[in-house]
């Protein structure tokens, strides 16, 4: 859920409503507290109502669920009704307080208000890495591409970069073991591959149409430094090789093109510029774990309050 200032209309009413039901919440538990001379307790009438207004609160917020089941309804767009259970959950939590009358009581309340706290903390952290890390991405990740399809664009790297070698070196040399000889091809004169370019300041992976200079002459060390980088390409820093590491890769391109021709710089930037698009592709892995990974434990929470506070409602009303 994002909070900016072009969200602001879909925050506000959210936001305004939270907090009026929370300072009349907190004002009504404070006068009750100074006219009885101490701070009442969750059998008052304010720390009822508050503990009432929390209990709503959660039962609201799990209704999440089932409004999804229901999205093709349209009852609420979404946007507004992530608002609400955005600010509203917030609101909740100092109307529980309020209602436990600042102690905790028994084992009940004590692991329901551990729990609740916990559920609500998951759900900031939730808001301020969605707010952050799309941002951050879009800044630093040129190359981000839709996670599910990291495998597959990683693949089509290695094949661009087949290609590409093929259409200035031509196709590898079989070695005399190979029983089915590979055919020689003739090259083309342009290949197209997927390459990082900036438009303003906009970056992104484009498709280019390379022109290609024949390097024949380097075909030996540019064959062998595509099997090194290939392991790396298609899996990323699980697999150890000279490219890696930024730095030990920056060492490792300028040893080849020392042993290569000046011809062949393309081809060798085309390479440099595949592995920082994979080491980008790890950082978005990296970054899609930290987006993503606090859901799960925030849903099992939810679901263990809700559980909890019907417990709660249930021995409150048994000893009433």
Not at 33 to 48: D, P
Not at 72 to 89: E, V
Not at 112 to 141: C, D, E, H, K
Not at 292 to 306: D, M, R
Request: glycine residues 8%; aromatic residues 10%; charged residues 15%.
């Amino acid at each position: 859920m994002l909070i900016s200032r072009s969200q602001l209309k879909v925050h506000a009413f959210s936001a305004i409503t939270a907090g009026l039901l929370t300072a009349a919440g907190v004002i009504w538990y404070v006068l009750e507290s100074l006219a009885a001379g101490r701070l009442v307790g969750g059998g008052s009438v304010a720390g009822l109502a508050c503990g009432i207004g929390a209990g709503s609160i959660i039962v609201f917020e799990m209704l999440l669920w089932p409004r999804k089941w229901l999205r093709r309804l349209r009852l609420i767009p979404a946007k507004y009704w992530m608002a609400a259970h955005l600010w509203l959950g917030l609101a909740s939590l100092p109307l529980a307080i309020v209602h436990s009358g600042f102690h905790l009581g028994g084992w009940l309340p004590t692991t329901f208000m551990a729990l609740f706290v916990l559920t609500i903390l998951s759900g900031v952290y939730g808001v301020v890495m969605q707010n952050v890390i799309p941002r951050w991405m879009l800044r630093n990740l040129p190359a981000e591409t839709i996670y599910s399809q990291i495998d597959y664009v990683s693949e089509r790297t290695v094949e661009d970069a087949r290609s590409l070698l093929i259409a200035a070196c031509g196709r590898r040399k079989v070695s005399e073991e190979d029983s089915i000889p590979e055919p020689e091809l003739s090259a083309p004169q342009a290949v197209v591959v997927g390459k990082l370019r900036q438009s303003g300041m906009t970056r992104g992976r484009t498709l280019e149409n390379l022109r290609v200079v024949q390097t024949r002459q380097d075909a030996e060390p540019l064959w062998n430094a595509l099997d090194e980088i290939t392991p790396f390409l298609l899996h990323g820093a699980s697999k150890q090789t000279p490219v890696t590491n930024r730095q030990q890769a920056s060492r490792w391109f300028s040893r080849l093109r020392g042993v290569c021709s000046k011809e062949s710089g393309f081809i060798i930037e085309t390479f440099e510029e595949f592995c920082d698009q994979r080491r980008q592709f790890d950082t978005q892995t990296s970054a899609h774990r930290w987006l993503h990974g606090w859901l799960p434990i925030h849903v099992g929470l939810s679901v263990a309050v809700t559980v909890l506070l019907a417990a709660h409602v249930w021995s409150a009303l048994k000893y009433w």
